[in-house]
């Protein structure tokens, strides 16, 4: 009781600070949110936790995501780490982010596996972006990238992409609006982009795939590569070589900033985590963990076995990035990449319409696909479509009721679907399979490599009549094309039936009822 | 239980005895006093030694936030003391809008505009006769012709430096919002035009001006921010950016563990002419005077050179760069331009602002 008393007098502890209040400095909590690059860092970032006694969680997000928070207004958490500094400039016009250090750098490069490699000439001497996007075209070898406007890993290759290609910004300097106006060079990119094989929404979920799936190249941060070579040796498989393109190489930086709420206790243990990661000690464990030093003046001293030369990793090597673009040039480019460039995506949208769906679930449902069907809300999280790309909406509950087919983005086609997904009535039993296979197999028919294909399911319940996961996992045999499926989970959904079709069809289960905006994203970065 | 009831009032006696004489000492009157900064000058006013002698000598505490040049001048003064941009065309700015001639204003701090860059480009430049080394300060003898191999985009292969991709450039910070950048580009358009640019001539060299600028691309908003990535992402990344020489010599100090490896590759270029960041305190009210006279003390102006690397801006106190340790910073800085008038860098600006 006293005790307490005596902590509670602040003119006391401000006088003589006589009581050790180390416990009361710090915040108990922190969250940050944060790009997928770090969820490596986990680990790490745990155990200053555990040994401050506080907690720490992490919002994983694309830096799209985290761009567009910070330019919607006040942010809740209590820190952001995107991956790039860009992100932060663009989006925060109000200044919200404080105190923002670097703590890691790990370029953005080109990995290829060593055979593929040695075969196209990629694997040794001077590499341009112009030799890359030839192989990638003429279909040698298949290849995965992130979304350009999901994640920075894309992105910064995309910009790189079009600074290398463009003719003309080799002689100005920087890419300018004037160059995106370049039919010849939107063509050549448009080409580059259609020999992509496999598009994803983040880049760690990238490197799990592409080990898991055998890609043969991904572009992706040098960190994320030495992390997939890991895996694959590991594996008894061949590993990436690592590929710096000399004109069109890109930097992550790795921003970790402070949003202020008016907590000082919040700051102080920002204030100490940041610290840490800066410390020689950390910093050595990051360059253990592939990432490069940032903390200044801490040099560079790799891990011969983690930064692995006969990986093609060059650590002497001076990191030459192309400039990027004005801040207007950058949006205006990922606008072209998501209407105009990027290979055009077929999408099936399976929706639940049994009677559970009834009320909430039904409206939830409605919402999100008016976010991806009203031009405005869609440009704004960069999930608009494009003019060539598909969609289908399936209808179903105990059997496929309806099947809607929209061609383009035209903005009069996009409302008239929607009136119809907002008005049709749910009732009956659930047989989430069969829309699945129907799915499946129109997407099947479109022919190899002209659409990145991906189906969509988004449903409340439990699957408990007509077909079977065995009906879908012969279909996805009887195919043989990579169509990946994204359940997303509304109202009472339980993962445990949508699990085994995510894995089965190399994709992720997502949950609409925490994030559905996020979840969406995630699921439309991956075609 | 008895005795530790007995202990925490013997312990509260002497607590409120030490809040009680602490309140009770023998300061001069104390006052606070409201204001906006450049941002380049919180370090200086977060330093202890500093607040503990504007408190202890003249009773002053300082309740101020940051905010830009140019907006501070705009931005209404009500309820404000003082005003301390970093840029003389700020004041010029302010006394268009206050021409009360009872406003009084004089300059506290000066630092010279400077190109940070790395040992292998200075190498390269004083291969190229562009830059000279003079008792271990570069100095920037040819601007006109550095300025002609940015305007010109050569590439770094050209001058021998094959490891580094794309166009000789200088990054700057943003012309229209950071002061840095937009002196950099009055430096610019005198070194190109031979002379300090004006409304007669500023014609001539504005497209060149304006190409060169434009070919940077992305632009930071703030010099602090520049310079870190500076520092962190390398030569590769950013061989050479503008700054003030404060910069350097504050990080240096609040570094002093990570700096002796830093200075092996970090170099300093001055170039000749250079353009002064002046730092005029625009007193608001008498507190902002008292302000005014206050931040004259020479034990300020000594620790505003030797902690945080401001030159003063008064005659006769001396800056010794012995008390430095960072290598190359010059005793003085004799050969200054002055900057264009704010009418034609508002021209410039704008230019370049323009799609």
Same mark, same amino acid.
């Given at each position: 009781?006293?005790?307490?008393?005596?902590?509670?007098?602040?003119?006391?502890?401000?006088?003589?600070?006589?009581?050790?209040?180390?416990?009361?400095?710090?915040?108990?909590?922190?969250?940050?949110?944060?790009?997928?690059?770090?969820?490596?860092?986990?680990?790490?970032?745990?155990?200053? @936790?555990?040994?401050?006694?506080?907690?720490?969680?992490?919002?994983?997000?694309?830096?799209?995501?985290?761009?567009?928070?910070?330019?919607?207004?006040?942010?809740?958490?209590?820190?952001?780490?995107?991956?790039?500094?860009?992100?932060?400039?663009?989006?925060?016009?109000?200044?919200?982010?404080?105190?923002?250090?670097?703590?890691?750098?790990?370029?953005?490069?080109?990995?290829?596996?060593?055979?593929?490699?040695?075969?196209?000439?990629?694997?040794?001497?001077?590499?341009?972006?112009?030799?890359?996007?030839?192989?990638?075209?003429?279909?040698?070898?298949?290849?995965?990238?992130?979304?350009?406007?999901?994640?920075?890993?894309?992105?910064?290759?995309?910009?790189?992409?079009?600074?290398?290609?463009?003719?003309?910004?080799?002689?100005?300097?920087?890419?300018?609006?004037?160059?995106?106006?370049?039919?010849?060079?939107?063509?050549?990119?448009?080409?580059?982009?259609?020999?992509?094989?496999?598009?994803?929404?983040?880049?760690?979920?990238?490197?799990?795939?592409?080990?898991?799936?055998?890609?043969?190249?991904?572009?992706?941060?040098?960190?994320?590569?030495?992390?997939?070579?890991?895996?694959?040796?590991?594996?008894?498989?061949?590993?990436?070589?690592?590929?710096?393109?000399?004109? +069109?190489?890109?930097?992550?930086?790795?921003?970790?900033?402070?949003?202020?709420?008016?907590?000082?206790?919040?700051?102080?243990?920002?204030?100490?985590?940041?610290?840490?990661? !800066?410390?020689?000690?950390?910093?050595?464990?990051?360059?253990?963990?592939?990432?490069?030093?940032?903390? !200044?003046?801490?040099?560079?001293?790799?891990?011969?076995?983690?930064?692995?030369?006969?990986?093609?990793?060059?650590?002497?090597?001076?990191?030459?990035?192309?400039?990027?673009?004005? @801040?207007?040039?950058?949006?205006?480019?990922?606008?072209?990449?998501?209407?105009?460039?990027?290979?055009?995506?077929?999408?099936?949208?399976?929706?639940?319409?049994?009677?559970?769906?009834?009320?909430?679930?039904?409206?939830?449902?409605?919402?999100?696909?008016?976010?991806?069907?009203?031009?405005?809300?869609?440009?704004?999280?960069?999930?608009?479509?494009?003019?060539?790309?598909?969609?289908?909406?399936?209808?179903?509950?105990?059997?496929?009721?309806?099947?809607?087919?929209?061609? +383009?983005?035209?903005?009069?086609?996009?409302?008239?679907?929607?009136?119809?997904?907002?008005?049709?009535?749910?009732?009956?039993?659930?047989?989430?399979?069969?829309?699945?296979?129907?799915?499946?197999?129109?997407?099947?028919?479109? /022919?190899?490599?002209?659409? =990145?294909?991906?189906?969509?399911?988004?449903?409340?319940?439990?699957?408990?009549?007509?077909?079977?996961?065995?009906?879908?996992?012969?279909?996805?045999?009887?195919?043989?094309?990579?169509?990946?499926?994204?359940?997303?989970?509304?109202?009472?959904?339980?993962?445990?039936?949508?699990?085994?079709?995510?894995?089965?069809?190399?994709?992720?289960?997502?949950?609409?009822?925490?994030?559905?905006?996020?979840?969406?994203?995630?699921?439309?970065?991956?075609? | 239980?008895?005795?530790?009831?007995?202990?925490?009032?013997?312990?509260?006696?002497?607590?409120?005895?030490?809040?009680?004489?602490?309140?009770?000492?023998?300061?001069?009157?104390?006052?606070?006093?409201?204001?906006?900064?450049?941002?380049?000058?919180?370090?200086?006013?977060?330093?202890?030694?500093?607040?503990?002698?504007?408190?202890?000598?003249? +009773?002053?505490?300082?309740?101020?936030?940051?905010?830009?040049?140019?907006?501070?001048?705009?931005?209404?003064?009500?309820?404000?003391?003082?005003?301390?941009? =970093?840029?003389?065309?700020?004041?010029?700015?302010?006394?268009?809008?206050?021409?009360?001639?009872?406003?009084?204003?004089?300059?506290?701090?000066?630092?010279?505009?400077?190109?940070?860059?790395?040992?292998?480009?200075?190498?390269?430049?004083?291969?190229?006769?562009?830059?000279?080394?003079?008792?271990?300060?570069?100095?920037?003898?040819?601007?006109?012709?550095?300025?002609?191999?940015?305007?010109?985009?050569?590439?770094?292969?050209?001058? /021998?430096?094959?490891?580094?991709?794309?166009?000789?450039?200088?990054?700057?910070?943003?012309?229209?919002? =950071?002061?840095?950048?937009?002196?950099?580009?009055?430096?610019?358009?005198?070194?190109?035009?031979?002379?300090?640019?004006?409304?007669?001539?500023?014609?001539?060299?504005?497209?060149?001006?304006?190409?060169?600028?434009?070919?940077?691309?992305?632009?930071?908003?703030?010099? +602090?921010?520049?310079?870190?990535?500076? !520092?962190?992402?390398?030569?590769? @990344?950013?061989?050479?950016?503008?700054?003030?020489?404060?910069?350097?010599?504050?990080?240096?100090?609040?570094?002093?563990?990570?700096?002796?490896?830093?200075?092996?590759?970090?170099?300093?270029?001055?170039?000749?002419?250079?353009?002064?960041?002046?730092?005029? !305190?625009?007193?608001?009210?008498?507190?902002?005077?008292?302000?005014?006279?206050?931040?004259?003390?020479?034990?300020?102006?000594?620790?505003?050179?030797?902690?945080?690397?401001?030159?003063?801006?008064?005659?006769?106190?001396?800056?010794?760069?012995?008390?430095?340790?960072?290598?190359?910073?010059?005793?003085?800085?004799?050969?200054?331009?002055?900057?264009?008038?704010?009418?034609?860098?508002?021209?410039?600006?704008?230019?370049?602002?323009?799609?």
């Amino acid at each position: 009781m006293i005790r307490r008393f005596v902590r509670c007098v602040p003119a006391v502890l401000f006088a003589l600070a006589l009581i050790s209040c180390r416990d009361q400095k710090l915040a108990e909590s922190l969250t940050i949110v944060s790009g997928s690059e770090n969820q490596t860092l986990e680990p790490l970032l745990q155990e200053f @936790a555990r040994s401050q006694g506080v907690s720490i969680s992490m919002d994983y997000k694309g830096s799209v995501d985290i761009m567009n928070m910070l330019s919607d207004g006040p942010v809740e958490a209590d820190a952001v780490w995107p991956a790039n500094s860009l992100w932060i400039s663009l989006g925060d016009r109000s200044f919200q982010v404080k105190q923002s250090r670097s703590i890691m750098v790990s370029p953005v490069v080109f990995a290829i596996r060593g055979s593929a490699g040695k075969r196209l000439g990629l694997d040794s001497g001077v590499v341009t972006i112009d030799r890359i996007r030839q192989a990638i075209q003429d279909g040698r070898f298949s290849f995965a990238m992130t979304s350009a406007t999901q994640s920075n890993s894309g992105a910064a290759a995309y910009l790189g992409f079009l600074h290398a290609m463009s003719s003309d910004a080799d002689s100005s300097g920087v890419l300018s609006l004037a160059d995106l106006a370049d039919t010849n060079l939107l063509a050549k990119v448009r080409g580059l982009l259609g020999g992509i094989n496999r598009s994803a929404g983040s880049s760690n979920w990238l490197k799990d795939l592409v080990v898991q799936r055998d890609y043969e190249a991904m572009m992706n941060y040098e960190a994320l590569v030495i992390e997939a070579n890991q895996a694959l040796v590991k594996a008894g498989k061949e590993p990436f070589q690592v590929v710096y393109p000399v004109d +069109g190489l890109a930097l992550a930086d790795s921003p970790l900033g402070y949003i202020h709420h008016g907590d000082d206790k919040k700051r102080a243990l920002f204030e100490a985590l940041q610290a840490w990661l !800066l410390t020689p000690e950390v910093q050595a464990r990051l360059v253990a963990l592939g990432r490069r030093p940032a903390a !200044l003046g801490v040099p560079f001293q790799p891990d011969p076995d983690v930064f692995r030369s006969s990986w093609g990793i060059e650590t002497k090597r001076i990191l030459s990035p192309a400039p990027t673009p004005a @801040a207007e040039v950058v949006r205006k480019a990922l606008e072209l990449y998501q209407i105009e460039l990027r290979k055009p995506s077929a999408t099936v949208y399976c929706l639940d319409y049994s009677g559970s769906m009834d009320g909430s679930g039904h409206m939830a449902m409605v919402d999100a696909m008016r976010m991806l069907l009203t031009p405005s809300i869609a440009r704004r999280n960069m999930l608009q479509n494009s003019t060539r790309d598909l969609t289908w909406v399936i209808a179903f509950s105990d059997h496929v009721l309806e099947t809607w087919k929209m061609v +383009g983005n035209d903005s009069t086609e996009q409302e008239e679907l929607l009136r119809k997904i907002r008005t049709f009535r749910p009732e009956g039993g659930t047989d989430i399979y069969s829309p699945l296979v129907a799915a499946l197999d129109t997407l099947a028919s479109l /022919g190899e490599g002209k659409y =990145s294909p991906a189906v969509i399911l988004m449903t409340d319940g439990v699957s408990n009549i007509g077909r079977n996961f065995e009906d879908l996992s012969g279909e996805w045999s009887r195919i043989r094309k990579t169509i990946p499926v994204f359940p997303i989970m509304f109202g009472e959904a339980s993962s445990e039936q949508l699990d085994p079709i995510s894995e089965l069809t190399t994709a992720q289960t997502l949950d609409g009822r925490s994030n559905l905006a996020g979840a969406f994203r995630k699921a439309r970065g991956n075609n | 239980m008895s005795k530790q009831i007995l202990g925490f009032l013997v312990f509260l006696a002497i607590a409120l005895g030490a809040v009680w004489y602490k309140t009770q000492g023998n300061a001069p009157s104390r006052v606070v006093l409201r204001g906006l900064v450049g941002g380049e000058k919180a370090g200086f006013l977060r330093d202890e030694k500093v607040l503990d002698l504007l408190k202890g000598r003249y +009773g002053i505490e300082l309740d101020w936030s940051k905010a830009g040049s140019f907006e501070m001048v705009d931005a209404p003064s009500a309820g404000l003391d003082f005003l301390w941009p =970093s840029s003389q065309t700020a004041l010029e700015a302010f006394r268009v809008k206050n021409p009360d001639p009872n406003i009084k204003s004089d300059v506290i701090f000066n630092s010279p505009l400077v190109l940070f860059s790395w040992d292998i480009v200075v190498d390269a430049l004083v291969k190229e006769k562009i830059v000279e080394t003079r008792e271990g300060t570069h100095w920037i003898v040819d601007f006109p012709r550095l300025a002609e191999l940015v305007v010109g985009g050569r590439k770094w292969s050209d001058i /021998g430096l094959a490891n580094l991709y794309g166009r000789v450039n200088i990054t700057t910070t943003d012309p229209a919002l =950071s002061n840095s950048g937009h002196m950099f580009v009055g430096l610019l358009s005198t070194v190109l035009q031979g002379d300090v640019v004006t409304d007669a001539n500023v014609d001539s060299v504005l497209p060149r001006v304006v190409r060169t600028i434009k070919a940077l691309g992305f632009m930071e908003r703030s010099s +602090g921010d520049l310079f870190l990535q500076y !520092l962190n992402t390398g030569v590769g @990344a950013k061989p050479i950016i503008a700054g003030y020489e404060s910069q350097i010599v504050e990080f240096a100090i609040d570094n002093e563990k990570t700096w002796p490896s830093l200075r092996q590759t970090v170099r300093v270029m001055y170039p000749e002419p250079t353009v002064w960041s002046a730092h005029p !305190l625009i007193a608001l009210s008498p507190g902002g005077a008292k302000l005014l006279k206050a931040l004259k003390d020479p034990d300020l102006q000594k620790i505003a050179w030797e902690r945080h690397g401001f030159r003063t801006g008064i005659a006769e106190v001396r800056n010794d760069p012995e008390r430095l340790s960072v290598l190359g910073i010059p005793e003085r800085i004799t050969r200054v331009v002055a900057m264009p008038e704010y009418r034609v860098m508002e021209k410039l600006v704008q230019a370049i602002q323009a799609p």
